[in-house]
Structure formats: C-alpha cells, structure tokens
C-alpha cells in the first residue's frame, strides 16, 4: 500500500508538471490600463507582433498603475508570459520594478473589477523563459523586475502560478525604492495569458496504477 501511495503521488505530479507544459494560450479580447492609460496604445501589447509596445501610462505619470488583460471565456490561467524592455522610465537608465500579479472571476470593465493576488508563483516555465528580478514571492509579488527581452537578450520572460478559474489577469507595477525618476511606465511589447490543457489537467493512467496495487 506505501508503495502504491507513493507511486501515486509521484504520478500526480509528473501529471501537474504535465499541465504547466502542455498549457494552452488564452484568447483575449482587452487590454486597459488604469488609473491613467496612454491612449492609443495598450492593445499593442496583444497584438501579437513583438516589434509593437506600449509604455502604458502617459507621460509623466507617477502613479501605482495596473495593465491588464480580458479572457474572451473564464479559464483555468496558470502563466503570464511578457516581451518587455526595461525602460520603465522613458530615460535612458534602467529602472527597476515592483510588481504585483493578480487575477479576476469579474466581468465589466477591467478598472472596476475584484482583483486578488495569486499564490504560487515562480519565475519561470518548465526551467525556461526565466523571469529576471531581484526577488520573487510565492504570494504574487516580484521586486526589482529588470527583465529585458530586447536589449539584454532575456527573451520571453514567463511567471507561472497555481491554476484559477479567471476571466483575467493583471500585473500592478511602481518603481522600486532607490529610483531616481519618479516616472511610472511599463515598456510592454507583448503581455500573453495561458490556462492549463485540458488534456493535462486528469490522471489517465488508472488502469496502470490498479495493476500495482493488486501486486
């Protein structure tokens, strides 16, 4: 019976890091930026052309602000994957970024919706498109994003977190302490949600594992 047990938990989580693998990309129907959106710009960064982005906020803006992201239907998400720059600022120096990953089961206008935080998460996908940061929590919170697709190489930057039934997800970004532009953006080239596959999310292997539990 140990055995088995352990064999069966082994199974279960082969099948876990199954669904992550086989995640399936969410279809959208938004983006918004909020409290103060650079007009004209948001729905670059699901356009699915990474030579397109957005800063999100207009100029000047030194406000906390969230960019997010409508599912077309409700979905299991499980990953945010971005293409971004660093260039948070509009200056030519870096600068560094404190963010919070949230998710909604609301409908209506992305601003007006229940955000809540995820749980989980890590900065990465399956050991690839690692996400760069100083620190990233299993609560939802990252500190010191410098993650930099175009200009250091980074490529796509992926953070995975426990699988929700969502209509969508937005990050919330501000400077980090030690800033010295007070100017809040977000260079976003491209900003994809996934849900894991529906194929992945059951243990199909029943017969196998009856078949040792009777040896």
């Known amino acids: 019976m140990k055995c088995f047990l352990v064999f069966l938990a082994t199974l279960t989580l082969l099948a876990n890091n199954g669904a992550q693998a086989q995640s399936r990309r969410i279809t959208l129907n938004g983006c918004n930026v909020w409290p103060y ?22 100029m000047y803006n030194t406000s906390i602000s969230y960019v997010g992201i409508a599912f077309e239907d409700s979905a ?3 990953r945010i ?7 948070g600022t509009g200056w030519p120096t870096p600068m560094p970024k404190d963010l919070v990953i949230l998710v909604t089961a609301d409908d209506g206008p992305l601003a007006q919706r229940t955000w809540t935080r995820v749980s989980g998460l890590i900065g990465n996908f399956g050991g690839a498109e690692v996400f760069h940061a100083d620190s990233i929590r299993s609560d939802g ?21 426990n699988p929700i039934l969502a209509t969508g997800v937005c990050i919330q970004f501000a400077n980090s302490p ?14 994809e949600a996934y849900a894991v596959g529906a194929e992945a999310t059951s243990v199909t292997s029943w017969g196998l594992i009856k078949s040792l539990y009777r040896q």
């Open 141 to 161: 919170f990252v500190w010191g994003d410098v993650h930099d697709s175009v200009n250091e190489g980074h490529g796509w930057g992926s953070l995975v977190f």
């Open 178 to 191: 030690g800033n010295t532009v007070p100017y809040v953006h977000y260079k976003l080239h491209e900003f």
């Open 37 to 58: 959106e650079r007009q004209g710009e948001p729905s670059n960064a699901i356009d699915r052309d990474t030579d397109t982005f957005t800063w999100c906020t207009p």
């Open 76 to 78: 299991e998400v499980t």
């Open 81 to 87: 994957r971005v293409w971004k720059d660093d260039d």
